[in-house]
């Protein structure tokens, strides 16, 4: 049975507790606008022929955030989907390998992605870039798409110190 990045002691299970009330909550909330968005639109088009104006960009833009908001939750919750099919004929000593250089690549993709959404935020902000049609800026969605992976990045990193994925070493 895998080990629980929530079920562990004190000071992770606040930060657990955190990311998933903070995200959860806000990707609910993002989830059921956009659905409303759709039952409106798709009502508005079908029975009144009056489709909302930018329907379709309003989805877009709630779509990435709930993709990204997912991301941060996900990898706090320790929720990836992971292949263990070999794990059971490895060694003790290769498992604990295999479990820090897998998160130490972990750290680092998600870390350098942080970085380079950080660069397109800024430069999305700096150009003052907006949607086609309601012309809604885009820098917010940018800096949020590169905070919440940055909170991804600092699950990560909470996750490969304090050892609480190492379910196959320890034999859980």
Not at 128 to 133: F, I, L, P, R
């Amino acid at each position: 049975m895998k080990a629980s990045f929530r079920a562990s002691s004190g000071g992770r299970e606040v930060v657990v507790l955190l990311y998933r009330h903070l995200l959860g909550g806000t990707a609910a909330i993002v989830m059921f606008l956009m659905m409303a968005m759709t039952l409106v639109d798709v009502v508005g088009r079908y029975l009144f022929s009056a489709p909302v104006n930018g329907a379709f960009e309003l989805t877009e833009l709630m779509l990435a955030a709930v993709i990204f908001i997912g991301l941060a939750l996900v990898t706090a919750e320790d929720g990836h989907i992971a292949v263990d099919l070999l794990d059971a004929a490895l060694s003790p000593l290769v498992q604990r390998i295999q479990y820090w250089l897998i998160g130490a690549i972990n750290v680092l993709a998600f870390g350098a992605f942080t970085w380079v959404l950080w660069q397109h935020a800024l430069k999305v902000q700096r150009y003052a870039d907006t949607t086609a049609v309601l012309q809604i800026p885009l820098a917010w969605l940018a800096f949020m798409m590169a905070l919440t992976t940055g909170l991804a990045t600092l699950a990560l990193i909470i996750r490969l110190l304090l050892g609480s994925s190492m379910h196959s070493v320890r034999g859980e």
